[in-house]
């Protein structure tokens, strides 16, 4: 059952959630987008606001042979994949907000959640980008965020993104059995929003500050504290400090 390269591309009108379609009835290398979603899924349990139309929600099904080494990069790798997509759409100025938020100007872009299917050689990446969406239709967005027509000042062409999503991503999820540790660091470097920024990070109800200074080979942010010490951040909301 484990496929390599992108298989059928299914486009839908409505769904619940992308993500639950590709883990529920996807098939290894399978992409789906829709229209719209009913209960579009953040990450920690969060809704994604998901209006009909103007944005991409696009999840795919992904089969590695093995359980790859470094899997806990590959939500980061992901990230990086986006990113370079929208610079193949000429889009420029952006980068990504560890985990795996793509940002401008202080505002998210987009996100990504990624699923693993049971057995952790399968996942599923599910990538959300708001692309024409007006604020109105996202009034109820919690967080400060932007899109593609905002930063550019045009309506952009879904399906030039979406062609250039997929291409990236593949690319990306066929090498990442062989990721080359250096070359990633440099590559997330070149993204990274938070680097070098005092950085305030929320892990439960405990709350660090220190200096953020890019990724160790877990995937996991280093804080460089007041005091020297390094921590590294598995899971936390991390905000630039004001
Ligand atoms: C985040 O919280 O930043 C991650 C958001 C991920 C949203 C995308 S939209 C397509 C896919 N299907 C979902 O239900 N969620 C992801």
């Given at each position: 059952a484990t496929l390599?390269?992108?298989?059928?591309?299914?486009?839908?009108?409505?769904?619940?959630?992308?993500?639950?379609?590709a883990l529920q009835a996807g098939q290894c290398g399978e992409a789906c987008f829709a229209e719209q979603q009913t209960a579009g899924r953040g990450r920690r349990g969060r809704q994604w606001q998901s209006p009909a139309g103007v944005n991409l929600y696009l999840s795919v099904r992904w089969c590695f042979a093995a359980v790859p080494p470094h899997l806990p990069l590959l939500s980061l790798v992901a990230g990086l994949a986006v990113a370079e997509a929208l610079e193949d759409c000429a889009i420029h100025g952006h980068g990504l907000k560890w985990p795996n938020d793509v940002y401008y100007a202080g505002k998210k872009l987009g996100g990504i959640l990624l699923e693993a299917v049971?057995?952790?050689?399968?996942?599923?990446?599910?990538i959300g980008l708001n692309v024409n969406m007006l604020p109105e239709a996202g009034a109820d967005i919690d967080q400060p965020w932007?899109?593609?027509?905002?930063i550019t000042g045009e309506t952009l062409v879904r399906n030039t993104l979406a062609a250039?999503?997929?291409?990236?991503?593949v690319k990306r999820l066929h090498a990442f059995p062989q990721?080359?540790?250096?070359?990633?660091?440099?590559?997330?470097?070149?993204?990274?929003?938070?680097?070098?920024?005092?950085?305030q990070a929320?892990?439960?109800t405990e709350t660090l500050q220190g200096l953020a200074s890019g990724v160790n080979n877990q995937g996991q942010l280093r804080?460089?504290?007041?005091?020297g010490f390094i921590k590294n951040l598995s899971s936390a909301d991390v905000s630039v400090r004001m």
């Open positions: 390599h390269t992108l298989r059928d591309i299914h486009v839908f009108s409505t769904l619940d959630s992308t993500n639950r379609w049971g057995s952790l050689e399968q996942v599923v990446i599910g932007t899109s593609l027509q905002h250039a999503l997929l291409q990236r991503l990721l080359d540790m250096a070359q990633f660091q440099h590559d997330w470097q070149h993204w990274d929003v938070l680097a070098g920024q005092q950085v929320l892990m439960g804080i460089i504290l007041r005091d």
